[in-house]
């Protein structure tokens, strides 16, 4: 199982907004065919594994399976590969994390079982899971995965009173934040960021096959049309704005100007997060300022906080997040750190919402 | 050199304001002696290794000694080691630091050669030097080496608004900075956090032979009679103000009052560390709010920093250390992380301003 997700590790930034998946079949102790999933409308990580069998020569009736995710059961753009593995007449199938479409989690394995093959269910199914931790929220909750990238000094400080920010981390943590940008479907800023930075949200320094979808949250529509962020790609901005002159100015430019429900007249975070889902978005990346990262923490819309720390005290400056004011200690929302990191001087935190996380381990359940 | 440092490890509460020192003695492959520097007016590390060697009924001639620190050369309360050593006549002597003290280091280590014994110096110098970095500052540089313990949110927040900071970090990280406690010579708050919390500033949990010397910096002599640390053991009261009444009753709560030079209508902190040092203080640990914290650092008077991270956002609260805002982050002075622990759902933080390092790294150089 551990080589099927190493093979679907590859494929991290081909296969969105399908999952990210690894197939290697094993006969005698020996690995006979291996896949990971190709890009949208190619074939399955099954397939894949089944035709380089094939390929090899090699005959996979009484084999074992190892799939990082449930084999589908329906037509989509390709057969279900569930019949495939069925036609192949494997002795095994071992499984990593289930199906976490509600509507079809558990068909895939079932028709395994009716073909009279052997199941095993969960294996590795945590690390199956982070690999997919976006199409799991999209298909199982409805809104994509999202974390929170910030940058600060030990007391979380991420910018001097005057602006300055750059920059506050080294170069190792600076390149291990475009890692994360790169495996995003989408990078996130605020307006704050835009006017102050004027960022160009790429992703630079990783060979990718195409770059995440950049973003914006305007509730203002104050988005300059000469803004470096907008480089000819496709462009989202969320407003609750109705100005249509700068709407259209703004999609000369590629920009799409998506209106939202306002709350609080700023966008609705949440609806914000349904209407990426329903453009097939499985994560986002988020790269903002104190306000936008602090209303998208307390729109709960936020599963994981990855924060970069620099060596050094800052005192009286700009902080990370801003949020209501607690009264008690009891109503601070608690994370997890799941990961701790050194990335040169600096040090990398990784932090996710425990809960967040069980739903999801929840919904991937195999059986 | 390795079991040298574990023994060395084993009297960390009990040398002070000796360094710990730790020695084995090897001949054939073989552990003949070993021991560790006992209380002030006890043996050194050296001795009791002999004497260990003697009560085994071994020879210590041709034999080769470990000891984490260059063996003394002057009479203090004991004759000089490097004496004992020389009259066990071995082949050599393995030594971890130099002496700090500019004044007789090197003087073991020439005592040595000049009687024939082969030495090799700088053998995991690093590692002793951690074990007596607060010797060696006062030696070499006459203030005690300081730490600061903060605990904070992920965004460096140590309070609420209303003051509530109970607790925010875990029972492990707060098992572990008593660890840190138990191991210095004072533990030293500001009057902020006696007002605001009346902490007892006592080691718990962990078995002592004795507590650390409790002291607060209260510019103003504030100090209630009432409060909680004024537990009967000597307390020292840093000020700058002339109220011989105050002092006189916090004299009969066994508090002793010192009164400090003034830096800006406030105790001058290097006044405070040089005055700490000619009481012997080795090492003193800081438990304080923004305010002393800040100041400590704003004095230079910090050497490293003990950071305890909560996985919460806690947005607009109170900040961990008050310092003068800059304009550049160029003026920022960075540590360096040399340590980073997870404790129970915390992370542990350990910085350490390098260039103050290694001023103490050339103080115990050995030649």
Known sequence: MRHALALARTVIHTTAPNPRVGCVIVRDGRVIGEGATQPPGGPHAEVCALRDAARRGESTAGATFYVTL???????????????VV?????????AMGDPNPLVGGAGLARLRE??????AGVCQEEALALNAGFAARMSRGTPWTWLKLAASLDGRSALHNGMSQWITGAEARADGHVWRARADVVLTGMG?????????TVR???????????????????PETARLLDGSEVWVFTVSDDQDKAERLARRNARVIRLPAAAGRVDLAAMMRWMAGQQVNEVHVEAGAGLSGALLAADCVDEVLAYIAPMLLGDAAGMVGLPVLENLKEAR??????????????????????????????????
Chains 1, 2 share one sequence.
């Open 70 to 84: 449930e084999p589908c059961s329906h037509y989509g753009r390709t057969p279900p590969c569930a019949d495939a």
């Open 87 to 95: 036609a192949a007449a494997p002795a095994r199938v071992v499984v």
């Open 115 to 120: 073909a009279g093959i052997a199941v095993t």
């Open 193 to 201: 960021t835009v006017l102050k930075d004027d960022p160009q949200l």
């Open 205 to 223: 320094a990783i060979d990718l096959p195409r770059q995440p979808r950049k973003a914006v949250v305007d509730s203002q529509l104050r988005l």
């Open 334 to 367: 608690r994370f997890e750190f799941i990961d701790v990191a050194r990335l040169g001087g600096d040090v990398r935190l990784h932090g996710r919402y425990v809960e967040r996380w069980q739903q999801l381990m929840t919904a991937a359940a195999a059986f």
